[in-house]
T-cell receptor, first 115, second 112 residues
Framework: EAQVTQNPRYLITVTGKKLTVTCSQNMNHEYMSWYRQDPGLGLRQIYYSMNVEVTDKGDVPEGYKVSRKEKRNFPLILESPSPNQTSLYFC??????????????FGPGTRLLVL | RKEVEQDPGPFNVPEGATVAFNCTYSNSASQSFFWYRQDCRKEPKLLMSVYSSGNEDGRFTAQLNRASQYISLLIRDSKLSDSATYLCVVNILRGATNKLIFGTGTLLAVQP
């Protein structure tokens, strides 16, 4: 089944404790991205990747890191989480980045609470 | 001003009703337009693309007005299963890549 998976789905942590949220897709998609969703603000892009070893900042990259060592995986790293990073996070992928009609496929989401 | 604006709702409608959502966007260079559906605590999923000539998919009709920079979604004969948040999404070209800008969503609650 074609899908985007994320782990963990739920996470409670404390300020400053490094964490990684994994994202994997099995559709051989080139383009992957991370979003956070907050009430009243909608989905905002954190980072994106156009292909292996090619990543760039989205609209809200502060406090996050990403890597793309393999085509299927795009982990999101919070080196020193803070309470303002409490949010619902979605990983997404699409076939490419040049076609404006591409459909984004989203993972199931990771709900993060930073105390 | 937000790049994509939607009425957050909620829209409470009885089963069988017709309901319409509007969305406005600020970037006149926007290239393509979509409606995504998001169920409570779930991921967004593409409902339909929106084309300049308007398009229909079963009970759903989407319209685009480029001159006024707004997009609409019409749902006829509402079902309980249509209850969800509907996200208006606009694609713009930023640098070399296409970027999706999401509205905050309109909540629809269909009542029995």
């Amino acid at each position: 089944e074609a899908q985007v998976t994320q782990n963990p789905r739920y996470l409670i942590t404390v300020t400053g404790k490094k964490l990684t949220v994994t994202c994997s897709q099995n559709m051989n998609h080139e383009y992957m991205s991370w979003y956070r969703q907050d009430p009243g603000l909608g989905l905002r892009q954190i980072y994106y990747s156009m292909n292996v070893e090619v990543t760039d900042k989205g609209d809200v990259p502060e406090g996050y890191k990403v890597s793309r060592k393999e085509k299927r995986n795009f982990p999101l790293i919070l080196e020193s989480p803070s309470p303002n990073q409490t949010s619902l996070y979605f990983c997404a992928s699409s076939r490419g980045w040049a076609n404006s009609q591409e459909t984004q496929y989203f993972g199931p989401g990771t709900r993060l609470l930073v105390l | 001003r937000k790049e994509v604006e939607q009425d957050p709702g909620p829209f409470n409608v009885p089963e069988g009703a017709t309901v319409a959502f509007n969305c406005t966007y600020s970037n006149s260079a926007s290239q393509s337009f979509f409606w995504y559906r998001q169920d409570c605590r779930k991921e967004p999923k593409l409902l339909m693309s929106v084309y300049s000539s308007g398009n229909e998919d079963g009970r759903f009709t989407a319209q685009l007005n480029r001159a006024s920079q707004y997009i609409s979604l019409l749902i006829r004969d509402s079902k309980l299963s249509d209850s969800a948040t509907y996200l208006c999404v606009v694609n713009i070209l930023r640098g070399a890549t296409n970027k999706l800008i999401f509205g905050t969503g309109t909540l629809l609650a269909v009542q029995p």
